[in-house]
């Protein structure tokens, strides 16, 4: 059951650093820089950590993390588990596979938020 909780918790927070992605391209759309990375980059991190915050605190009597080491595996487990919500994702939007830059991006953008939250709930 232990494990089962991990990676739904790994699952759940995939699909919403995913959804801050997402969100931080509607910003940049709607802000009508010339800078893709900068705005979306940057409104992606600050959506995440919202979303993500929501989720560990506000939501904590469901996602039923209680010591620093689920923490650490949850965060652990998203690194590896994001791809498996992405790559069917962006398969069904685009119609074809992403590439490991794509995935490598993504991951580079986890690490920094994952470090932060492990700081901040550990």
């Not at 910003?27 to 893709?36: H, M, N, P, R, T």
């Amino acid at each position: 059951m232990q494990t089962v909780k991990l990676v739904l918790n790994a699952l759940v927070i995939g699909a919403l650093n995913l959804t801050s992605f997402v969100i931080g391209f509607w910003i940049f759309k709607l802000s009508a820089s010339g800078e893709q990375q900068l705005v979306q980059g940057a409104a992606a991190m600050l959506v995440a950590i919202a979303l993500v915050v929501v989720w560990l605190v506000v939501f904590r009597k469901i996602n039923r993390l209680e010591i620093e080491y689920d923490f650490i595996k949850v965060f652990l487990l998203t690194f590896l588990l994001t791809p498996v919500i992405f790559v069917p994702a962006h398969f069904v939007v685009t119609g074809y596979l992403t590439s490991i830059e794509n995935i490598l991006a993504i991951a580079a953008c986890q690490f920094p938020m994952s470090c932060a939250f492990e700081i901040v709930f550990s």
